[in-house]
């Protein structure tokens, strides 16, 4: 029992931690880290609801048996769209991707009713709740139980996850497992173990309403079956820490110690990734002003000679970009750089930023392809073959890399096939 009470309060404490730091750190991606501190605050509370439980704790449990509700109701979609920022590096909340959190409002509206109850009503629900050994009180003075409350989180998570699986498919992230191999078993991972976790939850309290005489055995062991999922997860990390470079973790100088014996010193400066359709400057500094701080200080210029080199001969050998969903966690990963050297290195070396960069690669290669299949191809399936994912992203680059649309600028370079722009 011991063992179990040490698990089960050191996980909490560092879901708690971790989930904070998230919360308040300014490195990397901040919308995957503020849901993904969402989800492992909601599941903190919830493990600490239930160690409060089995140990008698009535006087702590008071302050977590309804009142964490709103955020437990939000944990679901945060989930999702943690899953989603992932997949497809988004950087911010979508304009009606809000109306996810509306479910918060009836763990809100759940909660009032507990947090303005009478003290003596509040020791009287905790009392049974220690009495009977059980994780829920028959009386409740919201509108719905504890029990009917779980149910309802534990079918939101699983259409959640649901969504999550045709997402990830349809992105086709798991064609680019060669070069994102750590990304994809993270993804993978979190995927089989929530939607195993979760299934798993349901058929418990469900089995458990059609064995009364049993209490809540079935739950019980769910709750010690996720606790062991959690601790996969946290495995996973310290195993493979590189799944979070560019989100929660800064990597440090990886160079050796200088001729004077001393360390170059550690890079934990804060940084923000480009967004993907932010207008920047193309001015190598300028493209990265809101870093006050250089993240290659401390790394000597052989290795960033070095990491440019490689850079340039994946591209021209390996043709990465013709990938419609080459991110640059691909590049990072494939290279084994961390995301926010590659892109400073991108932005500083090559004055653009990940998206410009790629994107002139992707043009080069479209006009190459042109000049030799102008007369059987469309614009649309080139755009396709040079790694634009439709032709709107083909006339949006050409814009901005030649300040003409596609059609006007190959008849104005190749008039001697004016075809290409009827087919197109």
Known sequence: ?????????????????????????????????????????????????????????????????????????IAPSAYYLYIKGFVTDQYKLGKYEWLHFLPGLIGLAEAIPWMMSTQDYRNEVLHAIGSQQSFFAHQDPGFMTHETSLMIRTGMFLVYIGASWVLVLRKGIFKSYASNRIGCNWV???????????????????????????????????????????ICNIMFIFYQ?????????????????????????????????TEPDSRTNTSGQQAMGDANDDPLAGISRERIDRWKRSLLNLMEQEKPFLNPAFRLHNLAE???????????????????????????????????????????????????????????????????????????????????????VAKG
Not at 40 to 68: C, D, I
Not at 353 to 380: D, G, M, P
Request: proline content about 5%; hydrophobic content about 50%; overall charge neutral.
């Open 1 to 73: 029992m011991f063992v179990l009470n040490l698990i089960y309060i050191s996980l909490v404490f560092f879901m708690i931690v971790f989930s904070l730091h998230l919360m308040l750190t300014r490195h990397g991606n901040l919308f995957i880290n503020r849901m993904l501190a969402i989800m492992l605050m909601a599941r903190s509370f919830q493990y600490l609801y239930g160690w409060l439980t089995e140990n008698g704790h009535l006087s702590e449990l008071m302050f977590v048996y309804k009142v964490p509700n709103a955020l437990l109701f």
């Open 188 to 230: 993978l991972l979190l995927l089989i173990l929530a939607t195993f976790g979760h299934s798993l939850v349901l058929s418990a309290m469900i089995w458990d309403q059609m064995n009364p005489e049993l209490g809540h055995a079935g739950f019980l062991g769910a709750v010690r079956v996720s606790i062991l999922i959690y």
């Open 241 to 273: 820490p590189r799944v979070m470079y560019g989100y929660a973790f800064v990597a440090a100088s990886l160079d050796p110690p200088g001729r004077n014996g001393h360390h170059a010193p550690e890079v934990w400066q804060s940084f923000r990734f």
């Open 334 to 420: 494939t290279l084994d750089i961390a995301p926010h050297h590659c892109s400073y290195l991108i932005n500083i070396e090559f004055g653009k930023n990940f998206n410009q960069w790629v994107n002139e690669h992707r043009i080069e290669h479209f006009i190459n392809l042109y000049q030799k299949n102008a007369s059987t191809h469309t614009l649309e399936a080139l755009a396709h073959e040079a790694g634009f994912s439709n032709r709107r992203t083909l006339h949006n680059a050409f814009l901005k890399v030649h300040g003409q649309p596609p059609g006007t600028y190959l008849q104005l370079h190749f008039p001697t096939s004016p075809d290409i």
